[in-house]
């Protein structure tokens, strides 16, 4: 059984450019988080989506992140217009539900922004 | 909003010794999570605690719950170098929505 997938694992981005970050959840799972790890800084949660649904984007900047998890297909976090600020390590959890249920993490995708 | 604090920061110890770590919440802890990170990899599941004064164990690794100090520890007995890397402890909100994380512990074990 193939745990949480997330590609790519690293990611080199221009200033101005896009970035696309894919997870697949665990199967089974139908509730996807976003968590962003800022250099030595903890781990902070962006977003939490159930299909096709933002169910709680608190911790979502405010302006070029975006976040979506269509009926088919995996969870995508995209950001647009980067900045160096935005490097960092994105990781994707996935559960079976949102009520106690443990979260599993997939290896994270390692953006650097140049 | 919640904050959780882990001590110590950094921990080195020898091959065979006994280990604790902590996490304290500042609220009320419904949920707590360890996890391990290896360096520039993602997080490993380690235990999931929910009721005060739980107490569960996964080879090597025990962690307890203590709700009214609102505290979690980490335990390790006879420490391996495979051991090495970040612990993390997370605590979900109540909504189960999100996590909160503390700032980590990194661990050395020197064979």
């Known amino acids: 059984n193939a745990g949480v997938m997330q590609n790519p694992r690293h990611l080199v981005r221009r200033r101005g450019q896009e970035a696309r970050l894919r997870c697949s959840p665990m199967?089974?799972?139908?509730?996807v988080y976003w968590y962003r790890q800022l250099p030595e800084e903890g781990l902070k949660f962006m977003v939490y989506?159930?299909?096709?649904?933002?169910?709680?984007e608190s911790g979502m900047p405010k302006e070029r992140f975006s976040a979506e998890f269509p009926k088919e297909g995996p969870s995508i976090l995209r950001i647009q217009q980067v900045v160096r600020g935005d490097s960092a390590a994105y990781f994707c959890a996935s559960s079976t539900n949102s009520q106690g249920n443990e979260q599993y993490f997939g290896p994270g995708t390692r953006l650097t922004v140049t | 909003s919640q904050e959780l604090e882990q001590s110590p920061q950094s921990l080195i110890v020898q091959e065979g010794k006994n280990l604790t770590i902590n996490c304290t919440s500042s609220k009320t802890l419904y949920g707590l999570y360890w996890y391990k990170q290896k360096y520039g990899e993602g997080l490993i599941f380690l235990m999931m605690l929910q009721k005060g004064g739980e107490e569960k164990s996964h080879e090597k690794i025990t962690a307890k719950l203590d709700e009214k100090k609102q505290q979690s520890s980490l335990h390790i007995t006879a420490s391996q170098p495979s051991h090495a890397g970040i612990y993390l402890c997370?605590?979900?909100?109540?909504?189960?929505?999100?996590?909160?994380f503390g700032g980590g512990t990194r661990l050395m074990v020197k064979p």
């Open positions: 997370g605590a979900d909100n109540n909504a189960g929505n999100m996590l909160t």
């Open positions: 989506l159930q299909k096709e649904n933002i169910i709680d």
């Open positions: 199967k089974g799972h139908s509730h």
